[in-house]
């Protein structure tokens, strides 16, 4: 502080001097920052980006611990509240403000005429949110048991529909929580296989090019050339009915991927193109390094930025997969949670209009494809060593 | 010329044959056939077929012989325009398969004039007033309509319509049109509805072309001819549309061949959430019943088609920028 103080002083003294004994100190950090600062350094600056990060990193949580974040359990149907609409958090009433949220129960009549269960919010009964309450037991990651929430109403033969309930009076919130689990880690998964199919593949063709670049290159026009949603569908349909939901899952992760790595192929091939020509290449083949080598230690590393901007716009394809097929019936399968199997509970436009909540998954579907977008586009940007 | 558009040809030939392939093991990739899947249905309903009959069934659909005698059977009749019978209609694919066909591609290239008629000027308009109000609408539209599945449009939008004017959208044609002959008026009441899909389909391209073609047209005004052109006084309009345009329009033409796929595979599932007449509902039923013929012929008929749609595109880019031609 003192010293910024006495350079402010002198420059005030000395008119312009102050800008050379600057600029140097600034200059310097650039020219020590490794490539990875640099990439931060320029990632920061999107905005949006990083709200997406922060974005991504809460779904993620939540995903992981989701038998701790959700406050029911998802599996369990409830009679009494078939689609109860969502109960709102309130923290407003007659007696005045309240820090604590509450939500009101509900008031069940039936329409006369359709019979069907109307609910509406009673103010008699007002029930306080709380942190990590006891409700229904779950085992976390299937080996660690409790029956603690993060968040939750006291009253236990209460039920808490934040996001309303399905059409079977399961809660919203927790089956949307849950799904994010499977949705949000196909994506991951299937891309780990994409970027080991396309760098494989794009590196050789890129590396050796002629002949194997050539058939490369066709395999992949062909594949491009292929509607994807109707070759995702007949692979899919054709996954055993039998199978275990661990292995539908990994059925259809392979079955996106196969489609997926075509891009990523194309992207590292041009990389490779572009840098075997290049000097520090043709140094470390000059100093017997074996292919093996110059590919792992000089040329991935030089490309890996880039990478991992295209890995991180081709999850949003993944994701978007995994929903449309098991949307249509072929993909996972109910009572495997997927955001993909509760918007088929969306299907019927009419079911929807007396329970629009129903859509609430897809809401999260765009939140995060959205969120993969931008901050792909602010990877893309800060990896790119020419930008403006 | 000619010989750029011999040898695409002629790379279009394995390329088919290996989207048959692919097709082939789709149909046989389900364990069980339709006829275990037959037997099943019959055995719920408390009927017993005889062994005879099964084995008359099976000889019938030659699923008694080897796979790779199956292939050859199915692509040599594929060769002569006989794609089998649909097991669960009991009618040749073909007819089933062809009037959905045009359908689809009705409604593919309305989305397809679409996108342009949108994006064009509003690529244009993003990239001459580069972040000017305007501009960060477009964008921040375009993205969102980059990021939301053309199915979960359709859905919103038919709960919206649904709940709002209690109109449901859904289908091609008016209940009096449905069953009707093709006619003059069966067209103008499709044109009324066609829209929806068309406008559904085409979000998430025009938003993506948009993008492209403001790039593209920003990387070409800051090139120094612009400059030139504008030192020389050339009106800003004729020097936009003369130049740059014409160079930032080739997207527009290549990427033809890719939206076409794309467009394709959008109106399978949006196509089952409208409960529209094109190919979308007809594949799910067929794989969801294994009527494998149908169901494999169908994919082998979209992807060449649209095999065929690249070539159209590649052609027309070459046409239009000469340097692809010598590459």
Redesign the interface.
Known sequence: MEERALAAATSKGKGNGAVPAQLPEVEERIYVASQWRLMWWRFRKHKLAIASVIVLVVMYTAALFCEFVAPANPYAPNQDFVQAPPQRLRFWDEQGFSLRPFVYGYKITRDPETYRMLFVPDPDKKYYLHFFVRGAPYKLWGFIRSDRHLFGLVEADQPLFLFGADGMGRDMFSRIVYGARISLSIGLVGVMVSMVLGTLIGGVSGYYGGAVDLVVQ?LI??L????????W???S??L?PDWPPVQVYFGITVILSLIGWSGLARVVRGKFMALREEDFVMAARLAGASEMRIIVRHLVPSFLSHLIASLTLSI?GMI?GE??LS????GLRPPVISWGVL?QG??N??T??HA?WL?LP?LF??LA??AF??VGDGLRDAADPYAR | MLQYIARRLL?MV??LL??SV??FA?IE???GDYLTAYMANLAQTGTQASEDAIAALKRQYGLDKPVYLRYVHWVWRLLHGDMGMSFEWNRPVAELIWERLILTFVVSLFTTLFIWAVAFPIGIYSAVRQYSVGDYIFTGLS??G????N??LA??L??FA??RWGV?L?GLFSPQYMDAPWSMAKVLDMMKRIWIPVVILGTSGTAGLIRTMRANLLDELRKPYVITARAKGLPEMRLLFKYPVRIAINPFISTV??TL??L???A??VS??LSLPL?GPL??NA??NQDMYL??S??ML??SL??IG?LVSDILLAWVDPRIRYT
Do not use: D, K
């Not at chain 2, 980059?146 to 599945?149: E, F, N, R």
């Open positions: 066709r026009e062909m491009i050339s292929i509607p994807s949603i109707p070759l569908m007949g692979l349909a054709a055993p949003p978007l929903t449309s949307f249509l019936g072929i918007l969306a299907q436009f009419r929807v209009a629009p859509l897809g579907v765009v494809v959205l977008n931008f | 790379y394995p390329t290996i989207i692919i097709a789709i990739l389900p364990p993205f969102i980059l990021g939301i599945p199915f979960l859905l919103v038919l709960w649904f709940s449901a859904t061949g890719w796929p794309g394709v595979s959008g399978t599932i089952v959430v190919n594949l799910l794989l969801l169901a494999g169908f994919i979209l992807s649209t095999v690249t």
